[in-house]
């Protein structure tokens, strides 16, 4: 295994520590095992207000499909990056609603 996937991991003290490959799939966990933190943000966004969705645990395709949802479920654009999803424009009250409808546990957190 070269250093570069190894995700900069250099040891670890658990004995059946197995470094996470590329491409490996994650299995998303239950609705209800979930905990999401729905955030409002403006910072190096020119002034624009988006709502980020973070905490979400499971494969990327999951994630993709709740943000599909959500952007559907608010009648606006989003995006997919680094594993959390942004809504354009503030609608956390109504995110929150539409994910506990759902069965996720979730929570206001920041701005």
Same mark, same amino acid.
């Given at each position: 295994?070269? =250093? =570069?996937?190894?995700?900069?991991?250099?040891?670890?003290? =658990?004995?059946?520590? %197995?470094? @996470?490959?590329?491409? %490996?799939?994650? @299995?998303?966990?239950? $609705? $209800?095992?979930? %905990?999401?933190?729905?955030w409002i943000d403006s910072k190096g966004r020119k002034g624009k207000t988006v709502s980020l969705v973070r905490g979400f645990i499971g494969a990327d395709k999951d994630l993709e499909v709740l943000a599909r949802e959500l952007k559907a479920h608010c009648s606006t654009g989003g995006t997919v990056k680094n594993g959390e999803i942004i809504i354009q424009g503030e609608f956390r009250e109504k995110i929150l609603r539409f994910l506990s409808g759902k069965g996720y546990k979730v929570k206001k957190a920041g701005g």
């Open positions: 295994m070269n =250093k =570069k996937s190894r995700n900069g991991i250099v040891y670890s003290t =658990k004995p059946d520590f %197995q470094y @996470e490959q590329e491409g %490996q799939v994650r @299995e998303s966990l239950p $609705a $209800a095992q979930q %905990q999401l933190y729905v």
